[in-house]
């Protein structure tokens, strides 16, 4: 199973497996780890679910579509080039060792 790592704020991170066809988002709440809220349970209506993608993975996820790109003009924490909403990135094996850092806050 492809596994993510979730980097808090503080640095200390979480590697867990995120069943592909999952979102990074499903996999940190599923996996019970802080700092994801996704008020609106994937719908991309909410953008409480923003992450900041480690560099090395930014090419390899799917890309931006109109909704989450304007969603992401909501988030809490402020909007960085790397950027995504986790619920809109659906976990593949290709996926696997993904990095992912969760802002300070989501609300
Ligand atoms: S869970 Fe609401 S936008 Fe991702």
Redesign the pocket.
Known sequence: MPKVTYRSHDGSEQTVDVKAGT?V?LGALTAGIDG???????????????VFVDDAWLDKLPKLQVL?DE?LEDTACERQANSR????IDMTDDLDGLVVELPETQI
């Open positions: 979102s988002m994801i809220e996704a008020e609106c349970g994937g719908s991309c209506m909410c953008a409480t679910c923003h989450e969603m909403l986790s619920c809109q």
